[in-house]
């Protein structure tokens, strides 16, 4: 349907419609750009973390609108595309900093991998930091998160053939996965343009 919304703005259309389509896109929460394409949900949310330092940042642009397209119509499918988005963005943080990673590492090993490689994981604090219990406990927790929404993909999401239909999955638990997700992608993403920008 975005796309749709995307070629319709493209149209060279009086500006005072296309403004009230913009403006309209930006109310339910979309975000258009200057080249006119539309991000919406949790793509919407990402859109101001620093990419630029990744090589190629299009695997994690094609996640978030997979996520943002499916959370309210498919929670199933954007709990999936959650659980991917932080392998993904495991993957790239380890492949930017130059770390080996094996290609088919689960999700706790790439997240502990990635923490580590960010100097994020609560092993990597010094015990002399200020405040550094609640620090470890917030990154310890942190690390879970993204755990989490892989146990909750492996639960409910479509990806593994399920032989039963999943009751009682709404959008609700859609949001809390791709909240999560998006909050533990951030911090990886802020950590490492911050590292490579210093």
Same mark, same amino acid.
């Given at each position: #349907?975005?796309?749709?919304?995307?070629?319709?703005?493209?149209?060279?259309?009086?500006?005072?419609?296309?403004?009230?389509?913009?403006?309209?896109?930006?109310?339910?929460? =979309?975000?258009?750009?200057?080249?006119?394409?539309?991000?919406?949900?949790?793509?919407?949310?990402?859109?101001?973390?620093?990419?630029?330092?990744?090589?190629?940042?299009?695997?994690?642009?094609?996640?978030?609108?997979?996520?943002?397209?499916?959370?309210?119509?498919?929670?199933?499918?954007?709990?999936?595309?959650?659980?991917?988005?932080?392998?993904?963005?495991?993957?790239?943080?380890?492949?930017?900093?130059?770390?080996?990673?094996?290609?088919?590492?689960?999700?706790?090993?790439?997240?502990?991998?990635?923490?580590?490689?960010?100097?994020?994981?609560?092993?990597?604090?010094?015990?002399?930091?200020?405040?550094?219990?609640?620090?470890?406990?917030?990154?310890?927790?942190?690390?879970?998160?993204?755990?989490?929404?892989?146990?909750?993909?492996?639960?409910?999401?479509?990806?593994?053939?399920?032989?039963?239909?999943?009751?009682?999955?709404?959008?609700?638990?859609?949001?809390?996965?791709?909240?999560?997700?998006?909050? =533990?992608?951030? #911090?990886?993403?802020?950590?490492?343009?911050?590292?490579?920008?210093?």
């Amino acid at each position: #349907m975005l796309n749709v919304f995307e070629q319709i703005h493209s149209w060279t259309i009086e500006g005072d419609y296309r403004d009230s389509l913009v403006r309209h896109l930006r109310r339910d929460g =979309y975000d258009v750009d200057e080249s006119g394409r539309i991000r919406g949900g949790s793509a919407a949310t990402l859109a101001d973390i620093p990419l630029e330092q990744l090589s190629d940042p299009s695997s994690i642009y094609e996640h978030l609108e997979r996520i943002a397209a499916s959370t309210d119509s498919d929670p199933g499918v954007a709990i999936s595309g959650a659980r991917a988005l932080i392998e993904a963005t495991t993957k790239l943080v380890l492949a930017e900093l130059g770390e080996a990673y094996d290609e088919k590492a689960d999700v706790p090993a790439l997240v502990k991998a990635a923490q580590k490689a960010l100097a994020l994981h609560p092993d990597s604090l010094a015990p002399t930091r200020p405040g550094v219990e609640i620090t470890k406990r917030i990154l310890s927790n942190l690390s879970q998160l993204a755990i989490g929404v892989a146990e909750l993909r492996n639960q409910y999401g479509p990806d593994h053939g399920r032989t039963t239909a999943v009751v009682g999955l709404r959008p609700r638990h859609a949001h809390l996965a791709v909240g999560a997700a998006t909050t =533990y992608c951030r #911090m990886l993403l802020e950590t490492l343009a911050a590292r490579t920008s210093a």
